[in-house]
């Protein structure tokens, strides 16, 4: 009967072993600061900044990243549309000294990726119905990224994997006229 208790407490310790790993990566980042101008957190994104408007990218302004930054990443996506996930833009190597992004511009030196439009920009709210959500997504990464402007989102998550320092986010909404 000592065997097996012992047994079973080895293996209830093999279990939890990793745990202290994970609640270091937890408390190892940070928060980001990331908001806009033009449209509050839970707000209303203005039609300006949609395929309703001139599609162009609301002003962002970003708050200061945690010490070891070497980059910034930016990712704008919709959870709400009917094929799943839709992929707004994807940007990355914004220089961490960076406070804001101004309306229809990219920092220089950042890099864009794909978005689902397979196009190499910002694209705006374009729900085909209903009320969607924008989460405006903000990495600070301990690292440059080298990777080819065909990247998409998928890619970059998986570049950024063990890198991330501290994340901030914006959630904007958005419903057609």
Not at 33 to 56: L, Y
Not at 132 to 156: C, G, M, Q
Request: charged share 20%; with cysteine; aromatic share 8%.
């Amino acid at each position: 009967m000592g065997t097996r208790i012992m047994l079973v407490w080895l293996l209830a310790g093999l279990f939890v072993a990793p745990l202290p790993a994970i609640g270091k990566e937890a408390r190892r980042m940070s928060e980001l600061q990331i908001s806009s101008p033009a449209f509050s957190h839970h707000g209303t994104i203005p039609a300006r900044f949609t395929c309703d408007g001139a599609d162009v990218n609301p002003p962002l302004a970003l708050g200061s990243a945690p010490a070891g930054t070497r980059s910034l990443a930016l990712i704008v996506d919709d959870p709400d549309a009917p094929v799943g996930t839709w992929v707004h833009w994807v940007m990355w190597n914004i220089p961490p000294e960076t406070r804001e992004i101004g309306e229809n511009s990219v920092p220089p030196g950042a890099v864009q990726g794909l978005n689902d439009w397979k196009r190499n920009r910002y694209g705006g709210p374009c729900p085909p119905s209903g009320s969607h959500r924008y989460f405006f997504k903000l990495y600070a990464l301990d690292t440059t990224l080298t990777l080819a402007p065909s990247t998409t989102k998928a890619a970059l998550e998986r570049a950024m994997e063990g890198h991330i320092l501290a994340r901030g986010e914006l959630l904007g909404s958005y419903r057609r006229h």
